[in-house]
């Protein structure tokens, strides 16, 4: 079984091809600039090679094509012809409380994702470009859909509600939904599955820290709660999203320097977070190289970051009743081990010990990084949203 | 040495008159509606005999001479002449950076509560007018401005500082600053007292639940977290107020209700919190009364409400690395005990263990509610906060 996974944004659309046979990856790569002038398809072969194609890209329906045709070139190619497909994965942004799981894609399920678009209006449109355009170019592929907030529909009415008007949640849905769900699913069964615990009898806590970040509580196999909300600018500090932050300062904010919905949404999206404290740059690399240089605004920018961390995992463990597994992924939460240590420090009342040795200088390893007899099991795991959606996929199209 | 306190609103005047001798109550009561039509002053006699006035109060010297009158009133009064009150304290909503701790009110002084009106445009205008209507009528007379955030000034600055641009601290001072912060040291310290165990040794978490509400947590004597923000409105679920919510979510309602930054404010601060989520009242009590009934909303609220505090003390617990003392007080806190319960369940992992038997149906004692085993001791310690005025009153002017 061949399948093509596909994450379309904005102004990209990423892919990989995986042969579900050997759960191995066949080819990848993503356009980027897509719509702008400068657009190019950027892949990595075999070898390890990359290869970057320069071409006017305005849409996402080319965009794809172009990518398809690479994946049949006689040059880069690794396929004979594109009915080797048998299913394309979507990532798709936001599922409301339309969707609880991955689902085979049908026109009833794309009118749904289409209501959805309200809540996602960046996201959800491009997603469902890549839908219609796969289904233009070859006609009839089964597709399947795999949400980013499908995981958190588990959630208790108390852990979603916000304390606004209960009239705006009837009338807009305003509740948290939660997104990186694929990923917290994967690097949370992945480390029962190595450790052999059995996941429907396990307190998780799952730290997926990126560019964007997000954690998740997870009591017996289901997510109870998680820092993302109703957006992605809640809970964490991140690249440029502000995370948790006085409601009473936004309308301050608002009123001093005279900001409509859209200014404050663009000062909470793009000017705030790790950029906007430390001045210096989105990007936690860049962070540990000005503290490196003692810079105090990047000294702070990291202890916000690490105190954000550490406070919800207090949170977490007390709305799981204390804690068996707590899981580092993303870029951050698998490299940056200068902050898994800050995060971990002094924690032992609630039984977590984590082993230095392991931990210091550790990057980017499925590595258990707690001491044998620290109660709770610190583990770092490498998210792979990709393979999880052609999982899911398979799955899905196998039951039928 | 007599001391009155004071706490001017906008709309109100509350004072209570201490004889610190025998740290008594001589005289309490408070003007209503100031400013508006009906206004009244209400106060106890020592019999408990509750009177009240009518009269035109337009302003605020206006209803604290009218008070004044009453303590000396041949009916009503317990002095013979006002030159017996000996100083005055206020409570000062915001002190901003500028005061760590209460102080002796100068021109200087004034000066800098001046300066922080820009940060409580609601509250430190009525505080000033309450300090120069006392100078007015008894010239000279010695006073003392009690603040809301001095305490909390202890706080490190990852802990204050939002995810917002760095600017926006430099040129408008937007940063967490915490208010009930005499009401968070008057508990702490005085459970301290109660169980002989050192100030400057402890891991304590107060939660001050009351209509407004905030959790603080105290490391060796100092403040290092609060729930509150720049503004009253950010943390727990409060009677109007929202607490803590997505920022994202916020731009979107703006969005879609066309709301400006007041229209905003308005729903943050008036729409919201318990009564907006319920719909059916601000008043704890009146939730509770709902649930009796089985209304769901009132359920969901409540559980909402109890999970958010569940919440803050596991961060917190985090933030000190371990917790020795969990104080419940503030409406709420001293007088809800299934709120007490709840908040405590399955929180063993981190050492609290809730006397049942001692917590069910206990309202407004000092008392410890944890079991003799408990690892944490779990206390209600009902809050003076008028008390804790006229002793730093006290306190400063015996230095002198
Ligand atoms: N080796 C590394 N050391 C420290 N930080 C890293 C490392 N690799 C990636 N990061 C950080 O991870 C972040 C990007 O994480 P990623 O999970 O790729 O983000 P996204 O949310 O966009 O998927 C960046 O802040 C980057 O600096
Ligand atoms: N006996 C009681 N049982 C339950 N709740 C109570 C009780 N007494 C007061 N409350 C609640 O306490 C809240 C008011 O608390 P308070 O500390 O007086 O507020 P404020 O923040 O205005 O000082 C209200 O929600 C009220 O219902």
Redesign the pocket.
């Known amino acids: 079984m061949i399948i093509l996974v596909l994450n379309c944004g904005s102004s990209s659309v990423k892919y990989k091809l995986f042969d579900m046979s050997k759960q191995e990856v066949m080819a990848q790569g993503g356009v980027e600039k897509l719509g702008l002038p400068g657009s190019f398809l950027k892949f990595t072969l075999p070898s390890g090679e990359k290869v970057v194609l320069e071409k006017e890209l305005p849409e996402h329906n080319v965009a794809i094509q172009f990518i398809l045709s690479t994946l049949t070139d006689n040059k880069y190619g690794c396929l004979k012809s594109l009915n080797e497909i048998d299913a394309v994965g979507h990532r798709v942004v936001h599922g409301g409380e339309k969707f609880s799981s991955s689902v085979r894609i049908t026109n009833e399920v794309i009118g749904k994702v289409v209501e959805c678009i309200d809540l996602a209006p960046l996201h959800n449109p491009p997603n469902l470009k890549g839908i219609r355009a796969m289904d233009a170019i070859i006609p009839g592929i089964p597709q399947v859909a795999v949400f980013d907030t499908a995981f958190h529909q588990t959630m208790p009415d108390y852990a979603y509600m916000y304390g606004l008007p209960y009239s705006l949640y009837k009338k807009y849905g305003i509740r948290r939904y939660g997104f990186h769900g694929t990923s917290h699913r994967f690097v949370s069964q992945r480390a029962c599955d190595v450790l052999g615990v059995p996941y429907e009898k396990q307190r998780i806590i799952t730290a997926h820290i ?4 997000s954690i998740t509580a997870i009591k017996d196999g289901k997510s109870i709660d998680t820092t993302m909300g109703l957006t992605p600018v809640e809970g964490l500090l991140m ?1 440029t999203r502000c995370g948790d932050v006085d409601a009473g300062a936004l309308s301050f904010i608002m009123d001093k320097e005279g900001l409509n919905a859209a200014g404050l949404s663009d000062l909470i999206n793009k000017q705030s977070g ?1 950029m906007g404290l430390s001045s210096i740059s ?5 962070i ?1 190289a000005a503290i490196e240089d003692g810079d105090k605004k990047a000294i702070l920018t990291m202890n916000v970051y690490n105190y954000r961390i550490k406070k919800y995992i207090g949170a977490y463990a007390a709305a799981l009743g204390g804690l068996d597994l707590l899981i580092f992924t ?3 939460g ?3 081990w200068s902050t898994r240590t800050a995060v971990c420090r002094d924690m032992e009342f609630m039984g977590i010990k984590l082993d230095e040795a392991k931990n210091d200088h550790m ?2 390893q499925e590595m258990i990084i707690s001491t044998p007899d620290s109660k709770v099991t610190v583990m770092v795991v490498p998210t792979d949203e990709e393979l999880t959606i052609a999982k899911d996929t398979l799955e899905i199209l196998s039951k039928e």
Chains 1, 2 share one sequence.
């Open positions: 990126g560019n964007g970040g690249g790790v989105s990007d936690m690399r860049e540990e993303g870029g951050v698998e490299n940056q990057r980017g």
